[in-house]
């Protein structure tokens, strides 16, 4: 298990958990309060908790995008590519002996 540092994974995966339950859970306990102290009707209550949900896709479009310009994802290189090539060779070839070979 790894520690629980601020410069490991295991602290930017704690700090994303709380911020993605803030982003997440705020917004629709807000949602499911107010529809339910504000009105009885069920269009309304409905309108209420899809405001809600949409606070919350935004909230976490926010907390991805702020994760991602701290971690930037560094560009393939030409080794990657290479191996996803061979690897991709050697799918073809098994599927050609494969269909070479009906009785396997």
Avoid: C
Avoid at 2 to 25: C, H, K, T, Y
């Amino acid at each position: 298990m790894p520690e629980r540092g601020l410069d490991g994974i295991a602290g930017d995966l704690l700090a994303i958990s709380w911020q993605v339950a803030a982003a997440v859970g705020v917004p629709l306990f807000a949602a499911a309060w107010l529809s339910q102290n504000v009105t009885q009707d069920t269009g309304v209550q409905l309108a209420i908790v899809l405001a809600g949900l949409t606070v919350a896709g935004a909230g976490m479009f926010l907390v991805i995008r702020r994760y991602l310009a701290m971690n930037p994802v560094p560009p393939t290189s030409e080794a990657a590519r290479d191996a996803g090539r061979a690897w991709e060779r050697e799918i073809a070839e098994h599927e050609r002996k494969r269909e070479a070979d009906p009785e396997r």
